[in-house]
């Protein structure tokens, strides 16, 4: 009963001292998604931004990951089922020039900008 009880002991602290050298515990990134550029020519100068408002699109993301990579390769993947709600024909139903840039930042120290996405025309 001794012997049972101490190899258990032995293999609970060898599993504890290789498991325990790992270090990937996930962490959870911040990124925003932002307009970082709005241009519109027509008579009711909120109209196109009142469309976008209504589609809902996030405005940040929360990502669980082990690392920024692949956090950040996430984030893309979610930017861009946010932008995929953005219909280029409505914004172009608003006539004159529509131009909207949205940008996926991650948060923290440095504010990097990961990916980007235009609607219309400049």
Known sequence: MKKVLFISIIVLLGTGLFSGCKNDKDQ???YAIGIDGYAYDGSTLLGP???LESLG???SLSI??????DADKQAIVRFDAEMGKIDAATL???????YVRYVLQTL???QT???EKEFGQK
Request: no cysteine.
């Open 108 to 110: 923290g120290e440095e």
């Open 49 to 51: 931004m009142l469309y």
């Open 28 to 30: 959870t990134y911040l």
């Open 57 to 59: 699109i996030a405005k």
């Open 64 to 69: 669980v990951s082990t690392d920024q990579q």
């Open 113 to 115: 900008t990961i990916q």
């Open 92 to 98: 172009a139903s608003y006539g004159n020039t529509v």
